[in-house]
T-cell receptor, first 115, second 113 residues
């Protein structure tokens, strides 16, 4: 069974540009979450999608957005990039519908560098 | 809100030493608890989990017991190997329909031969 696939693995962008990251979940998983990992702030939750609906959102500015398609693949977009957006962006998929349980499986991440 | 506190690293051990990484949490209700491991340049891998009080999660020689009375989920391994060198994250999921993991800051473990 294929794992969570994130593309691209590495990105270099200039301040002010926008970027789109992609995530393909494990087959059958309908929940997709995104996390930002930085040395200073650690792992922070961005948002979670289930069946094309955003169910939960973290404390990030509106420049960070996402969506999920009918095949459960998800994209996140960051507009007007800032230097502080440089981070490892991790996607996780889960079987969880509601309630506890259904652990998250993570992709290898996209390393975004803003210059 | 929910929070996870884990011991600050880095932790440096010799091969075959005993490992403990402390983790305590604050959460409402009955969260599920997890340990994830991250190797250099990689994403997170689930190491073990526990979904209710007194559950013991175990995998690859690592163990952790869900202690509700002390709100703790400490990670232990009796004999570490060089290949265990990585960053370890404690995390909780408070359940409900909104799936969100809350992570600790991570603990860097280095095991020397």
């Amino acid at each position: 069974k294929a794992g969570v696939t994130q593309t691209p693995r590495y990105l270099i962008k200039t301040r002010g540009q926008q970027v789109t990251l992609s995530c393909s979940p494990i087959s059958g998983h309908r929940s997709v979450s995104w996390y930002q990992q930085t040395p200073g702030q650690g792992l922070q939750f961005l948002f979670e999608y289930f069946s094309e609906t955003q169910r939960n959102k973290g404390n990030f500015p509106g420049r960070f957005s996402g969506r999920q398609f009918s095949n459960s693949r998800s994209e996140m977009n960051v507009s007007t990039l800032e230097l502080g957006d440089s981070a490892l962006y991790l996607c996780a998929s889960s079987l969880r519908v509601q309630g506890a349980g259904g652990e998250a499986f993570f992709g290898q991440g996209t390393r975004l560098t803003v210059v | 809100g929910n929070s996870v506190t884990q011991m600050e690293g880095p932790v440096t051990l010799s091969e075959e030493a005993f490992l403990t990484i402390n983790c305590t949490y604050t959460a409402t209700g009955y969260p599920s608890l997890f340990w994830y491991v991250q190797y250099p340049g990689e994403g997170l891998q689930l190491l073990l989990k526990a979904t209710k009080a007194d559950d013991k999660g175990s995998n690859k020689g690592f163990e952790a017991t869900y202690r509700k009375e002390t709100t703790s989920f400490h990670l232990e391994k009796g004999s570490v190997q060089v290949s265990d060198s990585a960053v370890y994250f404690c995390a909780l999921d408070s359940g409900g329909s909104n799936y969100k993991l809350t992570f600790g800051k991570g603990t860097l473990l280095t095991v020397n031969p």
